[in-house]
């Protein structure tokens, strides 16, 4: 079973004597290691995965004593990255633009300064950063349904808004035209269906995966695609230690907004956020409202005392989320504990 909270790291970055930046693209990556001031590039693939290998040996650098650092680049770093679990080198995986606001003002633009740049970045962050851990099988599967799928839904959303001008503009559902769509969107339906079916299969193979999905929808509002979208997103809860934290890269925790005695703004959310994740909880928060008893009348009593019904809302959000974090912890269903008021 996968624990809750991920007690042990592989290795923690500040014990590391190598910091190695990469710069990652489709056919190519650029290497920079940081101590010894040396590049190597090599291509996106096994060849070049084992090139590197034998310039770290011909470096001297210890494979256990080493950390890089990446930007997250998708399906780009797919095989690297499994390539380098496998040789049990570790890594991390940073947001591009935490690296792009720690430079300060910079000049010019390369692969290989880019890689610079990360590897100055993982050298001067290394007591705060942590390695990745190896996903099991069933969360990278279930990754790349779930990619598919949002890909799926979004080419089906397109279709559907062509449907609505086609009858702005007076076609009929018998035009060949609309027909073409309508059997796009149906087929698109189907893949759709396809994918979710493959998703739960992929869910039952892993007990820990199964337990933790059946628990997120016990609670009002978590449906199917929320409560696997979660599971993804927080690798089964291991890659969050908290709420609060999954808040944050979520985009719905607060933070304060003041300096001195000039700027007393309201409290608010950050903009820099998992937009899709947002949104999906933004899906749970209003049907919680409408089915939860204790949400429902928490959210008309904040609104009528006169808070905007979006800050509102984005409570609900973190309520969700912290029940969520607490089913999972306590890996006992959620159970709704409502006693009306008299």
């Known amino acids: 079973m996968v624990p809750f909270f991920v007690s042990l790291k592989n290795k923690v970055m500040k014990n590391s004597q190598h910091i190695v930046g990469?710069?990652?693209?489709?056919?190519?990556?650029?290497?920079?290691?940081?101590?010894?001031?040396n590049h190597l590039p090599i291509t996106n693939n096994l060849k070049g995965f084992k090139e590197m290998l034998v310039w770290f040996k011909q470096q001297n650098i210890n494979l256990s004593n080493t950390m890089l650092v990446m930007e997250h680049t998708g399906l780009y770093s797919f095989c690297f990255e499994r390539f380098l679990h496998q040789h049990q080198i570790c890594f991390i995986k940073v947001n591009a633009l935490a690296i792009k606001n720690s430079l300060g003002l910079v000049r010019g633009k390369s692969d290989k300064m880019d890689a610079q740049r990360i590897a100055r970045y993982g050298f001067e962050k290394q007591a705060t950063l942590q390695p990745e851990a190896l996903e099991s099988k069933e969360i990278q599967r279930l990754r790349l349904l779930h990619a598919t799928r949002e890909r799926l839904v979004k080419q089906r959303a397109a279709l559907l808004n062509v449907i609505k001008e086609y009858n702005n503009i007076g076609l009929l559902k018998q035009d060949s035209i609309m027909q073409s769509q309508l059997r796009l969107i149906k087929q698109f339906g189907k893949e759709i269906e396809k994918l979710d079916d493959e998703m739960e299969a992929s869910i039952q193979c892993n007990e820990s995966l199964q337990r933790n999905y059946e628990l997120l929808q016990s609670i009002k509002g978590v449906g199917k695609v929320a409560a696997i979208t979660t599971l993804i997103k927080t690798g089964n809860f291991t890659r969050f230690t908290n709420a609060r934290k999954f808040a944050c890269y979520c985009g719905t925790a607060p933070f304060e907004h003041t300096s001195g005695s000039s700027i007393?703004?309201?409290?608010?959310?950050?903009?820099?956020?998992?937009?899709?994740?947002?949104?999906?909880?933004?899906l749970c928060a209003k049907s919680a409202i409408q089915?939860?008893?204790?949400?429902?009348?928490?959210?008309?009593?904040?609104v009528e005392m006169g808070k905007s019904k979006m800050s509102t809302i984005n409570v609900v959000r973190n309520k969700i989320l912290y029940r969520m974090f607490a089913v999972i912890k306590r890996q006992t269903p959620f159970v709704e504990n409502y006693l009306q008021a008299a």
Do not use: P, W
């Open 22 to 37: 990469a710069d990652i693209s489709k056919r190519t990556i650029d290497l920079f290691c940081h101590q010894i001031n």
């Open 264 to 282: 007393k703004g309201k409290t608010r959310v950050s903009h820099l956020a998992d937009k899709k994740m947002k949104t999906l909880l933004d």
């Open 291 to 302: 089915y939860d008893k204790e949400l429902r009348e928490y959210y008309l009593k904040r």
